[in-house]
T-cell receptor
């Protein structure tokens, strides 16, 4: 298995632009998680899905953030409009169960200028 | 908010020495996990210890868990340059949350 695949690897955009991050989880994993990592706040859970259904989005910082999982093999995290404070590394992870071992993607380094 | 707090924040040791990192958490858990993150990469799972376990080994890694003190430690024996990374504990309270991490540097 190729592992969790995220794209793009790096994204540089200007304030106000829409940003879409993509994730392909490991086949067979029922759970998908989106995390954000910054120096100031560490790793924060933004949202997680079980069987493509959003379960807990309490970590999504604002209405500017939205996430979807249209099928078991694809998820997106969208920021619209983007702001400089959204600059961070965004990780997608998947697992067999909510409290078990997570498999992380390589992350998307987002820079909003 | 973060459930776990690692200590120390940064640690530098000579290659071949043992490295010990600690994690303290606040609420009851079912299990605790340790992850490694190399610079610019995603986190990699190292080991999971359940709340009814006190100690677990995996290769050069030894993890202990003291639920009465709400703390865990990760020991890496005979450290190697390749162990240079950040190490995070993760606890499964309401959801899996990560600590602040220990940045470990192995000096060749």
């Amino acid at each position: 298995d190729a592992g969790v695949i995220q794209s793009p690897r790096h994204e540089v955009t200007e304030m106000g632009q829409e940003v879409t991050l993509r994730c392909k989880p490991i086949s067979g994993h029922d759970y998908l998680f989106w995390y954000r990592q910054t120096m100031m706040r560490g790793l924060e859970l933004l949202i997680y899905f079980n069987n493509n259904v959003p379960i807990d989005d309490s970590g999504m910082p604002e209405d500017r953030f939205s996430a979807k999982m249209p099928n078991a093999s694809f998820s997106t995290l969208k920021i619209q409009p983007s702001e400089p404070r959204d600059s961070a590394v965004y990780f997608c992870a998947s697992s067999f169960d909510r409290r078990g071992k997570l498999f992380f993607g390589s992350g998307t380094q987002l820079s909003v200028l | 908010s973060q459930q776990g707090e690692e200590d120390p924040q940064a640690l530098s040791i000579q290659e071949g020495e043992n490295a010990t990192m600690n994690c303290s958490y606040k609420t009851s858990i079912n299990n605790l996990q340790w992850y490694r993150q190399n610079s610019g990469r995603g986190l990699v799972h190292l080991i999971l210890i359940r709340s009814n376990e006190r100690e677990k080994h995996s290769g050069r890694l030894r993890v202990t868990l003291d639920t009465s003190k709400k703390s865990s430690s990760l020991l890496i024996t005979a450290s190697r340059a390749a162990d240079t990374a950040s190490y995070f504990c993760a606890t499964d309270g309401e959801k899996l949350t990560f600590g602040t991490g220990t940045r470990l540097t192995i000096i060749p």
